[in-house]
């Protein structure tokens, strides 16, 4: 089955730089990577996507970059402020995101300091 | 609030007793989605309906686990014969096209 990695598990920086995270996965057939953004006793919330038919896509300061060949796919933060302190979790599925079941990666903790 | 809502949020039970949780999805979502969180892990997911219909489950979910979605609106998970391994956060989620929207989970601890 699918199985996601992500890279690094902490991540700290300094307000205003740029963050970078990234995942890899396993199954060619994945084609739907959404990200989430999981602040401490909350629910996860999607904060971007990105569809296997798209190389990289951009929201404002966040952005999403995909490389289907080698099969990973990775999270830019630009100007980063202490309100993205969270935990970031990446995710694959081939069914197209809504007609089937996620595979996250264990996480990220980014912590922003200002 | 329009969103997906999860009771209890909060459940203490000991070793061996049965716990169910309940999952009211968006209204217009025909598709209803179940997860499994514990600490510094991401969600793993346990099962998937659309509409009533119950279409994948995980290995995960063993023959102590069931869950239904009687009327293809809220649904349940119940766990039988808890076990302390059980203790996690579960959270349900749910979805009409494209984006899966997660409640904000039952957290339950087996003492």
């Not at chain 1, 933060?77 to 309100?83: A, C, K, L, Y």
């Not at chain 2, 997860?35 to 979910?61: C, D, I, M, V, W």
Request: hydrophobic share 25%.
């Amino acid at each position: 089955g699918e199985n996601v990695e992500q890279h690094p598990s902490t991540l700290s920086v300094q307000e205003g730089d740029s963050a970078v995270i990234k995942c890899t996965y396993s199954d060619s057939a994945s084609n739907y990577f959404p990200w989430y953004k999981q602040e401490l006793g909350k629910r996860p919330q999607l904060i971007i996507d990105i569809r296997s038919n798209v190389g990289e896509k951009k929201d404002q300061r966040i952005a999403v970059t995909l490389n289907k060949t080698a099969k990973h796919f990775s999270l830019h933060i630009t100007e980063t402020q202490p309100e993205d302190s969270a935990v970031y979790f990446c995710a694959a599925s081939k069914y197209g995101g809504s007609q089937g079941n996620l595979i996250f990666g264990k996480g990220t903790k980014l912590s922003v300091k200002p | 609030d329009t969103g997906v809502s999860q009771d209890p949020r909060h459940k203490i039970t000991k070793r061996g007793q049965n716990v169910t949780f309940r999952c009211d999805p968006i209204s217009e979502h025909n598709r209803l989605y179940w997860y499994r969180q514990t600490l510094g892990q991401g969600p793993e997911f346990l099962t998937y309906f659309q509409n009533e219909a119950q279409l994948e489950k995980s290995r995960l979910l063993s023959d102590r686990f069931s869950a239904e979605r009687p009327k293809g609106s809220f649904s349940t998970l119940e766990i039988q014969r808890t076990e302390q391994g059980d203790s996690a956060m579960y959270l349900c989620a749910s979805s009409s096209d494209t984006e899966q929207y997660f409640g904000p989970g039952t957290r339950l601890t087996v003492t």
